[in-house]
C-alpha cells in the first residue's frame, strides 16, 4: 500500500487517519507504553490492617481510566471485610498464603472480580505479596479508585469504611 493510500484510511475506532504501523503509531491517538520500576517509588499504607502497596500506574485527573496496578502487600496478619466494588480487578499472588472466602489460595494464584463485584474476607496468617490490578468495569463504566484507598495516612476504624465502592 503506498502511503498517499494509507494516508487516506480513516481508522475505523479513533476516526484519524491511518499510517504505517511499521513507521510509528497506526494514528495520532496511539500511544507508546510506559515503564515504571518498583525500586522508583515507597510503599504506601492502604486502609486496610497489615495493608500496603506500590502502585504503579493509577488512575488521576488528566488519565481517569489508568488502572491501579502494583504491589499488595500483606503484613501477617493483614486482614480486609467483605466489601463490594463497581470496577473490575486481577490479583495473581506471588508470595504468601491467603484465606479468601475460607479458602487457602498460595503463589501461583490468579483471582479475577468482574464488575460490579463482592470480595470476599481475606486473611493471612504469613503475609504475602500479589500483582494487584483494577480497572474500569466493562459493564458498569466505574473506575477503580486510589486516592484516599491506596494513598491513606492513617488508617479508619473498620467500621467507619465505606464499603459499597
Known amino acids: 500500500m503506498s502511503d498517499a493510500a494509507t494516508m487516506t484510511d480513516i481508522d475505523d475506532v479513533t476516526r484519524l487517519p491511518k499510517k504505517d504501523p511499521m513507521k510509528g503509531p497506526l494514528t495520532a491517538a496511539h500511544h507508546p507504553h510506559e515503564i515504571r520500576h518498583?525500586?522508583?517509588?515507597?510503599?504506601?499504607?492502604?486502609?486496610?490492617?497489615?495493608?500496603?502497596?506500590?502502585?504503579?500506574?493509577?488512575?488521576?485527573?488528566?488519565?481517569?481510566t489508568e488502572p491501579n496496578a502494583g504491589l499488595f502487600r500483606v503484613e501477617p496478619g493483614g486482614h480486609h471485610p467483605m466489601h463490594s466494588h463497581y470496577f473490575a480487578q486481577v490479583w495473581y499472588i506471588l508470595e504468601g498464603e491467603f484465606d479468601i472466602g475460607g479458602k487457602m489460595y498460595g503463589p501461583g494464584t490468579m483471582v479475577f472480580h468482574p464488575d460490579p463485584h463482592v470480595e470476599a474476607p481475606l486473611h493471612t496468617k504469613t503475609g504475602g505479596l500479589m500483582l494487584f490490578v483494577q480497572y474500569p468495569g466493562p459493564t458498569t463504566g466505574k473506575p477503580a479508585?486510589?486516592?484516599?484507598?491506596?494513598?491513606?495516612?492513617?488508617?479508619?476504624?473498620l467500621d467507619a469504611e465505606k464499603y459499597d465502592w
Do not use: A, C, T
Open 38 to 64: 518498583i525500586d522508583d517509588m515507597d510503599w504506601e499504607m492502604l486502609r486496610y490492617p497489615g495493608q500496603w502497596s506500590k502502585m504503579l500506574f493509577h488512575p488521576r485527573p488528566d488519565r481517569p
Open 145 to 157: 479508585v486510589y486516592d484516599g484507598r491506596f494513598n491513606v495516612k492513617e488508617r479508619k476504624p
